[in-house]
């Protein structure tokens, strides 16, 4: 069975200062996606970032961006030039490409950004 | 476009009550999943819907179930209540079923079992 694993509950960084949360996933399927989704305090959980397996090159978004390691089934997100506004719970996803098939999450790390 | 609402909000019961839970899709939207979050648990898949079918389910008991309607809204249902099902329940809307569809979440209904 597939599993998601954050490793931090919980995290600090300064405000304007880069921080990596890690995510490691155990699958037997070779065509899948992962995602970073971001819970803030009290508001809706919405989409960061999401990687296709398939693809080699990692995904970014403005500040966030990932660093996708198939072989060693790591999918760690990189925020930089924090801010205030991330501090959020963060979830790591994963979902295989077949059909019926559900989404997996992580039990979350918990982000507070420093002023 | 009017995203993923969930109604109630808030909701009190007592145990071996039951209790229904309201998710109402972005438009055009047609497959529907329910989260249950807890501190202890982080976030559990209990089902998805498409076209009114459920096409996949978490490991929950059979006190749990819902539906899907024609219009894509969905319904969640939990009978003969317990404590331990005290939780934030988020509903979430994709296009459709396809693995890397986004998924949208509502504001969720915050449960509280006493």
């Known amino acids: 069975a597939q599993t998601v694993t954050q490793s931090q509950p919980e995290m600090s960084v300064q405000e304007a200062e880069t921080v990596t949360l890690s995510c490691t996933y155990d699958t037997s399927e070779s065509d899948y996606y992962l995602f970073w989704y971001k819970q803030p305090p009290s508001r809706q959980m919405i989409l960061v970032i999401r990687q296709e397996a398939y693809k080699q090159q990692n995904a970014t978004e403005n500040r966030f961006s990932v660093n996708f390691q198939k072989a060693a089934k790591s999918f760690s997100l990189k925020i930089s030039d924090s801010q205030l506004g991330d501090a959020a719970m963060y979830f790591c996803a994963y979902r295989s490409e077949g059909r019926d098939d559900k989404i997996i999450f992580g039990k979350g790390t918990r982000l507070h950004i420093l002023p | 476009k009017a995203g993923v609402t969930q109604t109630p909000r808030y909701l009190i019961k007592t145990r071996g009550q039951q209790v229904t839970l309201s998710c109402s899709p972005i438009?055009?939207?047609?497959?529907v999943s329910w989260y249950q979050q807890t501190p202890g648990q982080g976030l559990q898949f209990l089902f998805e819907y498409f076209s009114e079918t459920q096409r996949n389910k978490g490991n929950f008991p059979g006190r749990f179930s819902g539906r899907q309607f024609s219009n894509s809204r969905s319904e969640m249902n939990v009978s003969t209540l317990e404590l331990g099902d005290s939780a934030l329940y988020l509903c979430?809307?994709?296009?459709?079923?396809?693995?890397?569809?986004?998924?949208?979440f509502g504001p969720g209904t915050r449960l509280l079992v006493l």
């Open positions: 438009s055009g939207h047609r497959s």
């Open positions: 979430a809307s994709s296009l459709g079923l396809a693995g890397g569809e986004t998924q949208y």
